[in-house]
């Protein structure tokens, strides 16, 4: 077959006959070869194969053969639905003897079907003209244009008008290409010339693109070996040394899912994320909790179970109903009583000198402060399985004997590790192919990348995965997946305010003693005139509404009696709050004229 121009083939082509497979002849480049079309990039070069999909018609082309103009008609053409006929051929009668339709439409032709158009010579009636070998008076657009034969035919349209059209059809052309993940959106109209090679090209097999995510979902095609077409993309996840060689051309051996499930960690000393595997060897102790607050009490209480803490700070009371607490108090917060606002925490409490069956029950309101710290008594050192099904999550652990399998456990060195929840995210367990005995773990959802399936051969023992046991998180994802989480340990709220005091109202002036004392003038003597440097420009308002009405400030001093527009006055006394910006100035001048 002689190469076709992409829109004479196209054009000819017989849906029946898809697929049918393409290659690239010569045709117009722009810096690569690159389009964008309909949102695809398309790169075509010469001996590029395409597999044509399917073909679906854009939109068609009139062209008018007299003048050339040309107009376009939507695939969806009938003229007798009221599709507008422009202006130039509009049939106005003008008196009773003219007809009502123009006379290229009447008599056997309806509106919007095509005829062919007679001889050449001017196009004045249809009248007499039959489509030979059908029962139709004309062809709907679809017919017309399965009748094109590498070039168009002349064609008349009463809807359109009264002289001859050419037909152009665009068509949007559904093709796959060798390692391209998605369908290739292609205009008929691009200028490239194509010849059909589906006879001698059966044998050939156009390879998509997989994504790691799209490989967890097929268990039958595991283990194989693949090829990386593309790195992950996006912000890094794991600090793991294996995850930079993730990269294009890297070869990998892909073994199956990983059966463990995992729990995200952080050690508040250091601001450093984990995410541990349930193949984790180490063993751990409970740390006691720590609170700041009767909100946090309220806050790390557990249904059914009493939560004795001691007291590490003396708190002050609140009236005669809420005693003072003292260091080394022991409370046991026993739940909550009352609703609303007036909401208290019932504990009973143990002093220091009281004996076990003595002790006082308190109610406390939920805004007082304080600090607590849990009584803890185990000692019992557990595995990671072992402390989920004892403790709910979160808690805070110490790690008190390191995973015997890793050459450095990274837990630890840490005084304290918090474990925030339990996750059950799906693993692939794979290896490169230039080290099949050391494995790795890799989430596919969070680490997706685009490879392709190879049949070179896998080693059948599965690789040992003791660097997944502990994978250390960037801090940008750790908030990440923490937003994302659906269980995720939020703080407490915050605390209720404290009842305002009696008198303070939210327009009463303070009392002036509450002021900060108002230093007296310094003699002459201790303001020596110090040398002159550079002031940085100082902020003058551009209003006098700008910090609002003030009265005379009070005197500060041979250094504030110096500034511009603040005047000494010790017989005024009743001052306006002075704004902020002019406190910040002042003490600016204050920090570089010491006195």
């Known amino acids: 077959m002689e190469p076709l121009s992409l829109q004479e083939y196209i054009c000819s082509l017989d849906p029946a006959t898809l697929p049918r497979i393409l290659k690239i002849c010569s045709g117009v480049y722009f810096q690569g070869s690159v389009y964008e079309i309909s949102g695809n990039e398309c790169c075509l070069s010469t001996g590029d194969l395409l597999k044509v999909m399917a073909v679906a018609l854009q939109k068609v082309i009139c062209e008018d053969t007299e003048t050339g103009q040309t107009m ?48 050449p010579g001017p196009y004045l009636t249809l009248r007499g003209l039959f489509l030979k070998g059908t029962g139709q008076q004309g062809l709907t657009l679809h017919q017309a244009l399965g009748r094109w034969d590498r070039q168009p035919q002349p064609l008349l349209c009463p809807a359109i008008g009264p002289r001859a059209l050419l037909l152009h059809p665009v068509y949007e052309v559904h093709a796959t290409m060798h390692l391209r993940r998605d369908v290739v959106k292609i205009p008929s109209t691009l200028e490239v010339d194509v010849e059909d090679v589906t006879e001698a090209a059966q044998h050939i097999h156009f390879a998509r693109p997989l994504l790691l995510s799209e490989v967890l979902g097929m268990e039958a095609a595991l283990p194989a070996q693949a090829e990386i077409l593309e790195g992950p993309s996006g912000p890094a996840v794991f600090e793991s040394a294996w995850v930079p060689r993730l990269r294009r051309g890297q070869r990998l051996q892909l073994h199956g899912h990983s059966h463990a499930w995992r729990v995200l960690a952080s050690a508040p000393s250091s601001r450093r994320h984990f ?44 009236g005669e109903d809420v005693p003072p607490l003292c260091m080394g108090d022991r409370l046991e917060a026993r739940g909550l009583q009352g609703n609303g606002p007036g909401t208290r925490l019932l504990c009973h409490r143990h002093g220091e000198e009281e004996e076990e069956g003595e002790g006082k029950e308190l109610l406390l309101p939920l805004d007082l402060g304080g600090s607590f710290v849990e009584e803890a008594c185990d000692s019992k050192k557990y595995g990671l399985a072992e402390l989920l099904e004892r403790q709910p999550l979160p808690c805070e652990v110490r790690v008190v004997a390191p995973d015997p399998g890793l050459e450095r456990d990274a837990l630890g060195a840490l005084p304290a590790l918090r474990l925030e929840a339990r996750l059950d995210q799906p693993f692939l367990v794979g290896s490169f192919c230039e080290e099949p005995e050391e494995g790795f773990e890799i989430p596919p959802r969070w680490l997706d990348l685009s490879l392709q399936l190879s049949e070179g051969p896998v080693h059948p023992p599965a690789p040992c995965t003791r660097r997944s046991r502990v994978e250390e998180l960037t801090e940008a994802f750790y908030y990440r997946l923490l937003a994302q989480l659906p269980g995720s340990p939020a703080p407490p709220p915050p605390r209720p305010p404290k009842p305002a005091q009696a008198g303070a109202g939210p327009g009463a002036r303070h009392p002036s003693a509450h002021r900060p004392p108002v230093p007296g003038p310094l003699p002459t003597s201790a303001c020596p005139a110090p040398p002159l440097l550079p002031l940085p420009a100082l902020p003058q308002p551009s209003t006098p509404s700008q910090y609002g009405r003030r009265g005379p400030p009070r005197d500060e001093g041979c250094a504030l009696s110096s500034l511009p527009g603040i005047e000494s006055n010790s017989t005024e006394h009743d001052y306006e709050t002075v704004d902020d910006n002019v406190q910040k100035t002042i003490r600016k001048m204050q920090a570089m004229f010491p006195f």
């Open 72 to 119: 376009e008609l939507p695939p969806t053409f009938k003229g007798e639905q009221g599709y507008p006929v422009p202006a130039r051929t509009q049939w106005v009668p003008s008196s009773q003897a003219r007809p009502l339709q123009p006379p290229w439409a009447q008599p056997h032709c309806p509106t919007g079907l095509f005829q062919p158009a007679p001889a």
């Open 275 to 318: 995410l541990l595997s349930s193949t984790y060897q180490g063993r751990f102790r409970q740390r006691p909790r720590q609170f700041k607050g009767v909100q946090e009490l309220v806050a790390g209480l557990r249904p059914g179970r009493p939560l004795c803490v001691v007291v590490t700070q003396d708190c002050e009371g609140q």
